[in-house]
């Protein structure tokens, strides 16, 4: 069993950065993939970037080259480095972490971009 906690959402103008932060607390962790999801209000729960357990992350076509994931084991964390934000970044973000078979979700934390 995992629990996922994000932090560090809020309000940013355009171009601006934020960087989001998941605490997973729980046994097994260290031991899974994890990955940064968005959904924007009418619309579908994306991909937005994934780290593997041998350190091989994955990024959506809209965000690559501005948003960086990273993951701590040693701390039990997983980050979210975003930059050069548009509007269209605005979403609820959720963190995720999996096993074969299981996976677990955080409760998300919102990211506003506008002026």
């Known amino acids: 069993q995992v629990q996922l906690v994000e932090s560090g959402g809020g309000l940013v103008q355009p171009g601006g950065s934020l960087r989001l932060s998941c605490a997973a607390s729980?046994?097994?962790?260290?031991?899974?993939?994890t990955g940064w999801y968005r959904q924007a209000p009418g619309k579908q729960r994306e991909l937005v970037a994934t780290f593997s357990i041998g350190g091989t992350t994955n990024y959506a076509d809209s965000v690559k080259g501005r948003f960086t994931i990273s993951r701590s084991n040693a701390k039990n964390m997983v980050f979210l480095q975003m930059n050069s934000l548009k509007p269209e970044d605005t979403a609820v973000y959720y963190c995720?972490?999996?096993?074969?078979?299981?996976?677990?979700w955080g409760q998300g934390t919102q990211v506003t971009v506008s002026s």
């Open positions: 729980g046994s097994g962790f260290r031991f899974s993939a």
């Open positions: 995720k972490c999996w096993f074969p078979g299981y996976e677990y």
